[in-house]
């Protein structure tokens, strides 16, 4: 059974850093292709930063620059590293995952963590 659990989510202030962890149990982590989402309050959830099976990764527009997609395979673990946070960074972020990277669907998720930036 596939499990993924975030982690590293709280409350900063503006123009302060979080970093978020997800773990992957049941699901090895590397060259795997995953995504972190957010869901802020009465808005539709949105994908923030991608990794690629070959390490690749993009970002939104709204967070380049700012946060960073990385992975530790020997801990299994999906980061992301969120700098210079606003608070329209404000958001529950869910990481999720995909059984094969060739699908469009993400067939993992986790439960998320909150992250709140107060101004």
């Known amino acids: 059974q596939v499990q993924l659990v975030e982690s590293g989510g709280g409350s900063v202030q503006a123009g302060g850093s979080l970093r978020l962890s997800c773990v992957g149990y049941?699901?090895?982590?590397?060259?795997?292709?995953m995504k972190w989402f957010r869901q802020a309050p009465g808005k539709e959830r949105e994908g923030v930063a991608i990794?690629?099976?070959?390490?690749?990764?993009s970002y939104a527009d709204s967070v380049k620059g700012r946060f960073t997609i990385s992975r530790d395979n020997a801990k299994n673990t999906l980061y992301l590293q969120m700098n210079s946070l606003k608070p329209e960074d404000t958001a529950m972020y869910y990481c999720?995952?995909?059984?094969?990277?060739?699908?469009?669907?993400?067939?993992?998720w986790g439960r998320g963590t909150q992250v709140t930036v107060s101004s």
């Open positions: 999720a995952a995909k059984s094969l990277c060739w699908s469009s669907d993400y067939n993992y």
């Open positions: 049941g699901y090895i982590v590397s060259r795997k292709c």
């Open positions: 990794i690629d099976s070959d390490g690749s990764t």
